[in-house]
């Protein structure tokens, strides 16, 4: 990363079981479309017994927005780290135990920036995918929501109409979202994160 004039940090953790609490890179430049042009990244590590996640977090100090229809919107998924937010996901990242966090939170849950199972990227490949997704936000989950309604469509798993209400709320369609949570409590009764989720939504 360095070769790209970037300036990247190892945070060290206070926990002998967590040693990297997290890797931080200063400046980069963000692509066109995005505001800020710039970015300083703080990239929580997962805590090391969790080796089957890899990263897909980043910490900012200030909230992106992207352009969409000729206005520009806050980046899908890049959210206020509210008290409840970091909460649930402190059990998981040592850099978000103990210290007063960055203000925004950056989740990566779509496209090539995800790695697979007990796969770890490396730091330039995960900044690439980063900045993939950052091109065309918008596009990227439109095309996934298409994606997973037929999937949906043609398998009833209740997995990917969970994902449908998901990439829904990432788009700022909240009653969508509402709608497909409340189908999948009626459809699978067994199911309680359906109720958890209508419960989230409904005012």
């Known amino acids: 990363m360095r070769d790209r004039g970037l300036t990247v940090g190892v945070v060290r953790s206070p926990e002998r079981w967590n040693p990297v609490a997290a890797v931080t890179i200063s400046g980069l430049d963000l692509p066109a479309g995005i505001s800020p042009d710039t970015a300083d990244l703080r990239i929580p590590v997962p805590n090391l017994y969790g080796f089957a996640a890899g990263a897909t977090v980043v910490l900012l100090d200030r909230l992106l927005h992207a352009e969409d229809g000729g206005r520009p919107r806050p980046v899908p998924f890049c959210d206020p780290l509210t008290p409840p937010l970091a909460a649930h996901h402190r059990p998981y990242f040592a850099d978000l135990r103990g210290r007063q966090p960055e203000p925004y939170f950056l989740c990566l849950g779509t496209g090539s920036v995800v790695p697979s199972r007990f796969r770890h990227r490396p730091l330039d490949e ?78």
């Open 126 to 203: 995960f900044v690439d995918g980063l900045l993939d997704y950052l091109r065309a936000p918008f596009a990227a989950l439109r095309a996934e929501l298409d994606m997973c309604e037929h999937i949906w469509r043609t398998s009833g798993d209740a997995r990917w109409l969970i994902r449908i209400g998901h990439l829904q709320e990432g788009l700022g369609d909240r009653a969508a979202a509402l709608s497909s949570y409340s189908e999948g409590r009626d459809r699978f009764p067994g199911r309680p994160e359906f109720r958890e989720l209508v419960a989230r939504l409904t005012p």
